[in-house]
């Protein structure tokens, strides 16, 4: 007993590795794709974009864990039933339930890895994830001043620069801060530098002027001057600590009892995240009762099983679609969060239903009984 589990364990485990890291290697690169501007334009280290593009695989790993594992449980057991090995257990005395445990007891596991994910270390990862970003993006010098494109580092600032040259100094500056509502001001200088201080970035501005625009009356004033230091830091983006973090850099109880805001459309998107993380999981023994089902009922023909395997395949698709797509209108509809569970809750009873079922038994006693009723019709002729 304990040799079988183990074999349909371990032909388990490689297949979903697999494909699993193909799943999310795709993924990863699709996405990282829009990461490759930092490095080419904006002088981005490649270790820099490496760590940041990491930090999306939990993410992308929480979303392809579902799918890796029907296709894992739909190969494996698919190759089992052409090598005649289910039948052969059939007849060594193995019931159904003794050949599906190994892919139970896995697709448990599966479900508390993702738990583990969606709870630690997706909100980790993000939150990682988003501060990094916002330090790129305050990092003046190394990501957001490019030759010749017009850069908004945050709502208030929009920076200019014709060209950098090998000294990384700038020439045909132009900044324009709108951070003053009653009062607009632009600065144009020949040439200048941008270096790092205790008190934040600052902007070294030679032979230039000053431009000051009142938006009362539009009155025009200049100060030119011939050097001009400009103290970044007040332009820069709201300190990192001060500022509301999204749902997804949110762990489970800061998303249903948040410190930081009361603010109800706010509310909505936590509740509606942690919803999802704690649904999202359970999807994975559903996919696994679909994916079970073509090898655990009917006849055992490849056309025929493989007709099965296509349409779980696509109960499969469309059980997904429709979780994800309640799960991201929470937050817009509240009232949707009991359905969430509805409609899993009867996702996982019929899938468990039609697996535990045995088709072939009530198949054999139908047909028994109509073997039965032929013999006593033939009887009564004779």
Excluded at 56 to 71: D, H, N
Excluded at 160 to 173: A, S
Excluded at 239 to 251: H, L, N, Q, S, W
Aim: aromatic share 10%; hydrophobic share 45%; charged share 15%.
């Amino acid at each position: 007993m304990y040799t079988h589990n183990f074999y349909i364990f371990k032909k388990l485990v490689g297949p979903m590795v697999l494909i699993c890291f193909s799943l999310t290697a795709v993924a990863w690169l699709t996405q990282s794709l829009r990461f490759i501007d930092l490095v080419v334009n904006r002088g981005l280290g490649g270790s820099m974009f490496l760590y940041l593009s990491s930090l999306m695989i939990p993410a992308l790993l929480w979303v392809t864990l579902p799918i890796a594992l029907f296709i894992t449980i739909t190969v494996v057991f698919q190759k089992m039933q052409q090598d005649s090995e289910i039948t052969v257990m059939r007849a060594a005395g193995f019931s159904r339930y003794d050949i599906i445990r190994p892919a139970v007891f896995f697709t448990l596991l599966v479900t508390l890895a993702a738990y583990s994910i969606g709870l630690y270390l997706l909100p980790k990862s993000y939150r990682e994830f988003k501060d990094l970003q916002m330090v790129i993006r305050n990092s003046y010098t190394a990501t957001l001043l490019q030759e010749g494109v017009f850069s908004s580092p945050s709502e208030h600032l929009t920076v200019y620069i014709r060209e950098r040259d090998e000294n990384n100094k700038l020439r045909g500056i132009l900044v324009h801060d709108t951070s003053n509502p009653n009062q607009h001001i632009t600065y144009m200088a020949n040439q200048g530098i941008i270096s790092s201080t205790d008190e934040g970035p600052v902007a070294i501005l030679e032979h230039g002027n000053r431009q000051t625009v009142n938006p009362e009356d539009g009155s025009l004033s200049f100060l030119h001057f011939e050097r001009y230091t400009l103290t970044l830091a007040t332009l820069n983006l709201a300190d990192m600590t001060a500022r509301i973090r999204e749902p997804k850099e949110r762990y489970l109880h800061e998303l249903f009892s948040p410190q930081d805001t009361q603010e109800a459309h706010l509310l909505n998107k936590f509740k509606a995240e942690g919803h999802f993380r704690i649904v999202w999981p359970l999807v994975n023994i559903a996919i696994m009762c679909l994916a079970l089902l073509p090898h655990m009922t009917g006849s055992h023909r490849r056309r025929s099983s493989f007709k099965r395997i296509l349409f779980c395949s696509f109960i499969s698709l469309i059980m997904i679609l429709v979780i994800l797509g309640i799960g991201r209108s929470i937050a817009s509809q509240p009232e949707l969060v009991a359905w969430l569970y509805i409609i899993l809750a009867c996702i996982l009873a019929v899938s468990l239903y039609l697996v535990s079922f045995n088709h072939n038994e009530i198949l054999q006693r139908y047909y028994d009984h109509k073997m039965k009723q032929l013999r006593l019709e033939q009887g009564e002729l004779q």
